[in-house]
């Protein structure tokens, strides 16, 4: 099946991110402080209430305002080539709350296993499960970053059937054959992980036998 990631223009690109209350923070940063700095393509940003708090708890970033925007933990706004959308989860008048947006593509970053269960269900509690769902039904590229070890029976049974229904389950496992020298390195490997299974060009190309 033709998706739209498939026929646009690279220049063109629109994605969501989002980004739940699993340890791993770090890895959504690497990835939106790429995305952010990329022209033409077109982000929304929905972070859960709970990732706020891992954010701040694993990065030392606070919220500047009412609540915690891209720019309070990503880059600041002058560094942005992308146009960015930063929703609220409890948005659901947000374009990406309906299936009728056209997206191309959607990743969770780091996924709980409680957003991985309600995605499995469908139970579009918040904007990030509504937004994964839209993209299920719409049969548009959705990635999932899992953080959790050891794995419940449960969590194999709902990854297996979303695995099953095309959703891409990309566990943050970087590769050791690479050499890495740093942990810049292991998040970059998840992020071209990530850009490769959405679609994008990544930042870089430290690849298998490059």
Not at 131 to 158: F, G, I, M, Y
Not at 162 to 174: C, E, F, Q, W
Not at 194 to 205: N, S, V
Request: charged share 25%; net charge neutral.
């Amino acid at each position: 099946m033709s998706r739209p990631s498939d026929r646009r223009a690279e220049g063109s690109r629109e994605i969501i991110v989002g980004v739940t209350g699993a340890t791993g923070a770090a890895y959504a940063q690497r990835l939106l402080t790429w995305l952010v700095r990329r022209e033409g393509l077109t982000l929304h940003v929905i972070c859960s209430q709970t990732a706020v708090r891992i954010i701040e708890m694993e990065l030392g970033r606070r919220a500047g305002g009412d609540r915690l925007h891209v720019e309070d933990w990503v880059l600041p706004r002058d560094q942005w080539r992308a146009r960015v959308h930063d929703w609220a989860e409890d948005n659901f008048m947000a374009p990406i709350a309906s299936g009728s947006h056209p997206v191309d593509g959607m990743v969770i970053v780091p996924c709980s296993m409680r957003s991985l269960a309600s995605v499995a269900v469908g139970l579009g509690d918040n904007l990030i499960h509504r937004a994964a769902d839209c993209c299920l039904k719409e049969r548009r590229r959705l990635v999932l970053v899992p953080r959790e070890s050891p794995l419940t029976a449960t969590h194999l049974d709902q990854m297996a059937s979303l695995a099953r229904g095309g959703v891409t389950i990309l566990p943050p496992d970087p590769a050791w054959y690479t050499r890495p020298e740093s942990l810049d390195d292991f998040l970059d490997q998840v992020a071209m992980k990530i850009c490769d299974h959405l679609g994008l060009e990544p930042d870089i190309e430290r690849r298998w036998g490059g």
